[in-house]
């Protein structure tokens, strides 16, 4: 475990980590019991009092920049240890993950000294003025399909507003927060800022979640742990609470949509990461009139995906994250085929080796089907059709979820309506799964609630204060 810059043995069980590709165990990694955590809460809390609350903003701008230097100058490392711990193609990883996650350390390092409170006219004899606080110790549980990534994408607008951090990694995908734990310390961070552990949801996160010295959970996973979450961080101390949870996000492609375009950018909007990402665009609603020309296009996009080993460069979809979800995406596909899909493409394991699944394009669905409407988490894509504009709208809101959704069309008025009508927290137009560090990203309904990203990001780690003064006293 990583706790008050250096790594120390964890008292909890040992943990395996496997490799997806060959189902063989890669090393096995130390794990936090409870006094581990408060451990790594302790050394969080002790350096916000007495070193990092008071370092100069620009400073802390300064020792985030020079951690971005590092990472840029060891990106092959830790491209490896998440392409070889989770499975994803080391291109995508180098080029994606760890070049957006150095994106964003440097683009809310540039924050870092723009945090600033307002002044307010009351009467006459007052002086008011706000300050944005920092929250203390945030406490922050990732999961394993974008180790790195979702470590940035907390840990740096933490940082910059202020705060110490204790994150717990996956127990699925640990490698890579070990890493770029030590690249803190090499950047000069005060020993306490940075603490990285690792165990299982049910005892180390139950314990982070529960921990009085947390002031914030931050949370990125499953709808079903964001709750548990919620409800620990409740029963606690009430701290502040950012769930980034499930999705069954739509995509919804006009009759006069550009077809090709669109299903280029569909297929990448569920099949990027192995479908395993949370704005996955799982659901395909298209047009009855443009229905058979769109899907004979989609299907061709799924044939050309290239599956195999993640170190190879034409590799475009390496293997499933573990046994478990390899399973659990097989028997989604047994389920689709019962209640009456149709698949178009794919629905079955590829190779005899390593959690590999055919991309799987199922057409023929509605949205009372469980591929319609659950969270499968994979390679997997329910394809239905619509008559109307709002009829299509209606099938993308009638979901638990609102993460995200797509349009296609080449109709600027469709585009408006549908972006302001269906329910989710991004909307794509004419592309999907586009990111940048300054544009927010979070939920509606159970995909949770708070910002990642963005200007809107420092408001989840900051907390505004009020402050009069009667001047006539002073």
Known sequence: LFINNEFVPGHGPLIETINPVNEQVICSVHSADESDVNAAVKAANDCFKNEWRKIAPAERGRLMNKLADLMQR??????????????????????????????CFRYFAGWADKIHGKTIDTTF??????????????????????????AAWKFAP????????????????????????????????????VNVITGYGHTTGNYLSNHPGVSKMAFTGSTVTGRKV?????????????????????????????LESAAVWAAGGIFNNHGQSCNAGSRILVHESVHDKFVQLFVKEAENIKLGDPFDVETFQGPQISKGQFEKILSYIELGKKEGAKVA?????????????????????????RVMREEIFGPVVAIGTFKTIEEAIDIANDSDYGLAGGVYTSNIDTAIKVTNEVKTGTMWVNCFDVF??????????????????????????????????????L
């Open 158 to 193: 933490a940082l910059a507003a202020g705060n110490c951090v204790v994150m717990k990694t996956s127990e699925v995908t640990p490698l890579s927060l070990y890493k770029f734990a030590a690249l803190c310390k090499e950047a000069g961070f005060p020993a306490g800022t």
């Open 74 to 103: 060891d990106i092959d490392e830790l491209a490896t240890l998440d392409a070889l711990d989770n499975g994803k193609a080391f291109t995508i990883a180098r080029d994606v993950d760890v070049t957006d996650s150095i994106g």
């Open 436 to 473: 940048d560090q300054s544009t927010p990203f979070g939920g509606y309904k159970q995909s949770g609630f708070g910002k990642e990203l963005g200007k809107y990001a420092l408001q989840e780690y900051t907390q505004v204060k009020v402050v009069k003064i009667l001047r006539s006293k």
């Open 345 to 369: 493409y794919g629905g079955k394991r590829w190779g005899t080796t390593g959690y590999y699944i055919e991309p799987t394009v199922f057409i023929n669905c509605n949205n009372n089907m």
């Open 125 to 150: 004899d007052k002086l008011c003025y706000t300050r944005h606080e920092p929250l203390g110790v945030v406490g922050a549980v990732i999961p394993w399909n974008y180790p790195l990534m979702m």
């Open 230 to 258: 919620m409800e620990a961080s409740s029963k606690s101390n009430l701290k502040k609470l950012q769930l980034e949870l499930g999705g069954k996000s739509a995509q919804i492609v006009c009759a006069d949509a550009d």
